[in-house]
């Protein structure tokens, strides 16, 4: 089945600077990859996805960029804010002919602190 | 909206008693789901149905047992469950039609403790 593997698995950063997340996977046959943010006390949010016919997908300070040549994705976040903090997941959904089909699997989450 | 609403909050059972938890979600979407999630882990796939009907079953212990009377609502019937099974148990949901087809939607979820 699919793998999705997630570095780093913690990422401390002063505010105002970028933060990067990285993750790879081992299916080919995934085609679909949501990042979610998870705060304290609360269920994962959806916040930016990226599907495998787009490279690149931008929403404000969030960006995902996509390579599936090397088969991984990356979460962008620029000008960090202490509400930034939380938990974040990568995840990919294997599309039709994956052993996994329509199942999202998840990576093992980075936690992520933003310094005033 | 995109909001997946999960009762109650917080569960402390013992060992033989029986409990359900609820999910309800009224965006149309005819794809739920059931997850478990341990401390500082991702969440872990339980259950999936599709239009009501039970369409994975990640070999979960009998002692929990899904149901999906109608369209909004999901439950898990929760039976002689074990310390170990304490967790947050997340629902979501996610459209099966449409541009937003693969997105998943989670619950607040529900803290269970197990005596």
């Known amino acids: 089945g699919e793998n999705v593997e997630q570095h780093p698995s913690t990422l401390s950063v002063q505010e105002g600077d970028s933060a990067v997340i990285k993750c790879t996977y081992s299916?080919?046959?995934?085609?679909?990859f949501p990042w979610y943010k998870q705060e304290l006390g609360k269920g994962p949010q959806l916040i930016i996805d990226?599907?495998?016919?787009?490279g690149e997908k931008k929403d404000q300070r969030i960006a995902v960029t996509l390579n599936k040549t090397a088969k991984h994705f990356s979460l962008h976040i620029t000008e960090t804010q202490p509400e930034d903090s939380a938990v974040y997941f990568c995840?990919?959904?294997?599309?039709?002919?994956?052993?996994?089909?329509?199942?999202?699997?998840f990576g093992q989450g980075t936690i992520l602190t933003v310094h005033p | 909206d995109t909001e997946v609403t999960q009762t109650p909050k917080h569960l402390v059972m013992g060992m033989t008693n029986k409990k359900s938890l609820k999910c309800e979600q009224h965006?149309?979407?005819?794809?739920m789901y059931w997850y478990k999630q341990k401390a500082k882990k991702p969440p872990e796939l339980m259950f999936v149905?599709?239009?009501?009907?039970?369409?994975i079953n990640e070999s979960v212990p009998s002692r929990f047992s899904p149901e999906c009377p109608n369209s909004s609502l999901l439950n898990l019937h929760l039976h002689a469950l074990q310390p170990e099974d304490s967790a947050l148990y997340l629902c979501?949901?996610?459209?099966?039609?449409?541009?937003?087809?693969?997105?998943?939607?989670f619950g607040p979820g529900t803290r269970l403790t197990v005596t």
């Open positions: 979501a949901s996610r459209p099966t039609l449409g541009t937003r087809e693969y997105e998943q939607y």
């Open positions: 299916d080919s046959a995934s085609n679909y």
């Open positions: 990226i599907r495998s016919n787009v």
């Open positions: 995840a990919a959904r294997v599309g039709a002919g994956g052993t996994s089909y329509g199942k999202l699997t």
């Open positions: 965006m149309g979407h005819r794809a």
């Open positions: 149905y599709s239009y009501e009907k039970l369409s």
